[in-house]
């Protein structure tokens, strides 16, 4: 049976439980708090909960402020907004500073469906991965979630964290093994290294199956700390099976298949495939939306055997 | 006892500075810097809680420089109340400096880095906000400039302040009346700047910017203040000290060439 939560939902939880043991910790939000869930740590301890309305600069140099007179302020807001509406106010007053704000985006990716483009983030990942000092976390699931957030919280720079609206598959137990910097190996293989992060990694799963079942044999990375990236295991893997495919909601610059990319080309050039999307798209329910744009098992499966076909 | 001619004469020297580093630099804001001048000596010589050898002490009173370009008034004043040397000059704006172009964190003294218009009040109230949740009696000193009014941050921070009542924030609003390319007025109207501040639910005042005893006197009013942020609407001028930089949009982000610096020197001995 599998298992699903939503990692907003794990976050939201987690907030209280951290809000309870550190008295520093200050959760900033922008009216979406029912969403992101940063509520439940509004309801628990209000006198360290900011809701600045529809007013993201304002949320995120507040948060620098906060951070400067040694908060630890954890911002959150949708992804589109976070990342993109404040990006100025990130990039001058929070990294630059390399301030201790932790930015965590509930839905970010794809996934937000219905809600059409203006609320599907697909350049987040690009965004805060072209910040010199930025950690940027990408937890595959709820425990992974906890423990990233953890992670965050203990880290002294800026860190942004990207969490997705629908329940995903619980892969983790809790209380992880998640390790910050650190990429994850699934599933052991040696024909092609399957990589991914966040929901996508059920697809990419499910992909590695069908592989199987056809006698290919696939190497399953979980890419749940993106920069600063874990090359060694990444390069060790790839000089195993000398194939990569990067699979994740995001546009195809910028993000996961262009920092596996550029690890690559640096260490250990391989030829590789890249799932992700390469336009705008539309308004639609979630499972289509993903199948319409390539972001399947199917669409995983076509670009393993694609990359191995390309070995030399 | 305040010593007035102390803090005039500290303002003077403050003065020369700001004319010496930008022209040696041959780049930076004057302009700007010079019509801040006597509010940030009376912030920095007369009103602020601060220890020049502890800078990052937690129970130290903050003073955030929103219009980052003002950086060399900002470095005079640090440096001549003894939070670095003043043989630091030199280095403005050159490398392995301390002193970069706008105000960055890494100068001892300095409590943000600016440089995008329009963050600092919001990062003040962050603060102020901080100091709040620790009962810690420190205030906020915050200062913008008339031009980065334009900037919309700036009102969603007005408005967010007023309803944390952030009354340990003071803001002051360098009403030089001159931004980048030309005079406010005709770029952007501000007006009416007082009642707009006070539609955000702000206490406000307003003051001449160079009169050293009056804006000790409205700072002190200013504090008395029990549940609003309160702004402080300095009427300055841009430039001030130097006839030919005085009320000259040119003078924004253009620095004194050899023979301009001598009878700018001149002037304010």
């Known amino acids: ?312 | 006892m305040v010593n007035i001619d102390q803090l005039i004469g500290t303002a003077k020297q403050i003065r020369r500075d700001i004319v010496t580093m930008t022209s040696a630099a041959q780049s930076g804001h004057p302009g700007g810097s010079l019509s801040a001048a006597d509010i940030l000596v009376v912030l920095y010589f007369e009103i602020m809680n601060i220890d020049p050898s502890q800078p990052l002490l937690t129970s130290r009173d903050r003073f955030i420089l929103s219009k980052g370009h003002a950086s060399p008034v900002m470095y005079a004043t640090l440096a001549r109340r003894g939070f670095f040397s003043p043989d630091e000059f030199k280095d403005f704006r050159q490398l392995n400096s301390r002193l970069q172009g706008h105000v960055h964190i890494i100068t001892p003294g300095v409590d943000m880095s600016a440089g995008s218009l329009g963050q600092g009040l919001s990062f003040a109230l962050g603060t102020a906000l901080a100091g709040k949740l620790d009962t810690s009696p420190y205030r906020v000193y915050a200062m913008v400039g008339d031009g980065e009014c334009d900037e919309g941050q700036i009102w969603e921070a007005a408005m967010a302040a007023s309803f944390y009542n952030a009354n340990n924030l003071t803001l002051f609003v360098d009403r030089n009346r001159i931004q980048n390319d030309r005079f406010t007025d005709q770029v952007m109207d501000l007006e009416p700047l007082a009642d707009k501040w006070k539609a955000f639910g702000w206490k406000v005042f307003e003051t001449d910017g160079h009169d050293i005893n009056s804006i000790i006197n409205t700072v002190k009013e200013a504090q008395k203040e029990e549940k609003q942020p309160q702004v402080i609407i300095a009427h300055t001028i841009k430039g001030k000290g130097v006839s030919f930089m005085e009320n000259n949009p040119d003078f924004h982000g253009k620095a004194a060439n050899k023979e301009q610096l001598v009878e700018a020197l001149k002037e304010l001995e």
């Not at chain 1, 800026?158 to 599933?187: D, N």
């Not at chain 1, 030829?271 to 336009?279: G, K, N, T, V, Y």
């Open chain 1, 1 to 312: 049976m599998t298992n699903m939560e939503s990692t907003r939902e794990a976050f939201g939880k987690a907030l209280v439980e951290l809000g309870r043991e550190n008295k520093d910790i200050v959760v900033l939000g922008g009216d979406l708090n029912k969403s992101t869930m940063a509520i439940m740590f509004g309801n628990e301890f209000p006198e360290r909960f900011f809701d600045v309305g529809a007013a993201e600069q304002n949320m995120l140099s507040m948060a620098a402020g906060f951070a400067a007179a040694g908060k630890i302020p954890i911002c959150t807001t949708f992804a589109v907004f976070g990342t993109g509406r404040a990006f100025d106010q990130i990039r001058v007053g929070i990294a630059q500073s390399k301030l201790n704000v932790n930015l965590v985006c509930t839905h970010a990716g794809l996934l937000t469906a219905e809600d059409g483009i203006s609320a599907q983030s697909l350049e987040d990942l690009a965004l805060m991965c072209s910040l010199p000092p930025m950690t940027v976390l990408t937890p595959s699931d709820g425990p992974e979630t906890v423990s990233a957030l953890k992670a965050a919280i203990a880290t002294p720079g800026p860190v942004y964290m990207r969490l997705y609206r629908p329940a995903t598959l619980v892969m983790h137990e809790s209380g992880s093994h998640f390790k910050l910097g650190t990429i994850e190996i699934l599933q052991n293989g040696s024909d092609v290294t399957l990589i991914g992060c966040g929901p996508l990694l059920e697809s990419v799963l499910n992909a590695a199956e069908i592989l199987k079942e056809q006698g290919i044999s696939a190497e399953v990375l979980n890419v749940s700390t993106l920069k600063p990236l874990d090359e060694a295991t990444l390069v060790k893997s790839i000089t195993k099976t000398n194939a990569v495919v990067t699979a994740e909601e995001h546009y195809i610059h910028g993000g996961l298949g262009s920092m596996v990319a550029s690890s690559l080309a640096r260490n250990y050039p391989a030829p590789q495939e890249f799932i992700a999307m390469h336009q705008y798209a539309e308004s639609g329910p979630a499972k289509p939306l993903l199948e319409k744009y390539g972001l399947s098992s199917n669409g995983i499966v076509e670009a393993a055997k694609k990359v191995i076909s390309r070995k030399k």
